[in-house]
């Protein structure tokens, strides 16, 4: 363990630290940040009212809106000044947030970062390629400190490029490889069309994560790869990567329980649930400066694992996020939300907005097809006119997404409708056996 | 000028199928029928006795149809005899969009129904000698 004091602390020990960390956070955010000062005072919450961990749920929640609303900096507890990084969610246009790190909080990352790699089985000794993008993204940067701070020799190479990725691990003699789970497939791949086998490359362990992936894709990428891969859980709005990981035991991802505090509530009521049960994941973070978050709804679905783990970690574990309790979904990365394609239909001439978004894979990656109904009064006699409109609603709604994607013109009223309302995903990318 | 009945289709199982069984259970004959496609989807063009009602037939059974004003014109039997045809159009600079054939409901010869992005085609024809066909030739129109 990077930081055993921490990360085997008795729970006694961990409930007092992360109560006194909260009622500190209380009072920190209502003396500078006046968007929760007004969410406090209007839902009559009194920030110094709370002696017990049970009072949160009497906390009003922070939602991705509050952030967006406040876009760009609006909602940082910290003076500008202070904020020495930031870094933006990989939403789209209007759907973007902004986060920004004090010196402390970079440090305090850095440290969760090496923390995370030291689970997945890393030490000081490894050689570790950050594929993550560097940029705004908050993968590459937050891994590459992580693991700076742990002590590897790291290689920043960001991400593209799969060829030269390949030659690199090979070359520098990579053991730990840092990169999105269907990446990892596709670095593999390249390798064979290179003409190297990938199972013979040098790295050991893969911390795969930032989008969804299954239990099955996890063994795919074991045997093609010839790894351990750990699964790891962050989002720029809490910290970035970091805020939970997966120990060699592969077994749930513990989170970092001194620095966030995890909840599980109904996502239609809203009310906590008790250890175990699924539900949405709220984190509030507990030492952050910049941004802090309180009772932040990440939409993403699980539940916490109470058993002790065989790590000897103290810190309790959430299972691998099975969904989303909203639209939202991740694609190659990106964050999208369909109703962004309905806003983009509406504004084209001779389709409907009406549409459904078809998820598959082809080889490693996703790829996304777009069903869109012409319209009911639809006049075109020429098989060129409707190529042209195809190409339009390609190119409109690719650049309102900023994924590429497929069009598939279909016919009006034949998107299946249940209660008048149409089915607008149909994920079949963990169907595929990834 | 005639009017075809445009229908916007997928490219899957049974559709073109119930098109025609629509318009043959309400009576409706066809005189051409022609698919233009891709792999995905297509557009089926055709000739009717009632083209308005079937329109509004299809339309009623969830199809996309329009109306298209195209010409119909007798391509005379004898070698070339398409080829004058369009020479002639060519000659006043009108390019074919589509064409496509189908035998005259009387009987016998040939009729070749073009599409003609200029409103003086049908005029160019008769100036040549041919004799464009009349929505009367082919259906009674509607009201």
Known sequence: MYQSEMESMTREALDALQLQRLQSLLARVYANNPIYRRKFDDAGFDPLSVDSLSDLGRIPFTVKDDLRASYPYGFFSAPLHDIVRVHSSSGTTGQVTVVGYTAGDINRWSDLMARTFASAGATADDIIQVTYGYGLFTGGLGAHYGSERLGALTVPVSGGNTKRQVQILKDFGVTVLACTPSYALLIAETAREMGIDPRELPVRIGVFGAEPWSESMRHQIESELNLKAIDIYGLSEVMGPGVATECECQCGLHVFEDHFLVEIVDADTLEPLPDGEVGEVVFTTLTKEGIPVIRYRTRDISRIIPEPCACGRSMRRIERVTGRSDDMLIIRGVNVYPSQIEQVLVGIENVAPHYQVVLTKRGSMDHVEVHVEVADDFAFDEVRELERLQKRVKAEVESALAVSIAVRLVEPKSIARSEGKAKRVVDLRADEGA | ?143
Not at chain 2, 30 to 47: N, W
Not at chain 2, 108 to 121: M, P, R, T, W
């Open chain 2, 1 to 143: 000028m005639v009017e075809q009945i445009s229908v916007f289709l997928e490219n899957t199982a049974g559709r073109l199928a119930e098109l025609t069984r629509t318009l043959g259970d309400a009576g409706i004959n066809m005189h051409a029928l022609m698919v233009a496609d891709t792999s995905e989807f297509g557009v089926v063009r055709i000739i009717s006795d009632a083209p308005e009602r079937a329109k509004l037939l299809l339309e009623q059974r969830g199809f996309s149809a329009s109306i298209t004003p195209v010409l119909a014109v007798e391509v005379p039997d004898r070698p070339a005899g398409l080829a004058e045809l369009l020479e002639a159009l060519d000659a006043a600079g009108m390019g074919v969009e589509y064409a496509y054939c189908f035998v005259q409901p009387s009987g016998g010869s040939a009729v070749d129904v073009l599409k003609v992005d200029d409103a003086q085609a049908e005029q160019v024809l008769v100036d040549a000698g041919f004799r464009p066909f009349t929505p009367a030739d082919l259906y009674t129109p509607d009201v």
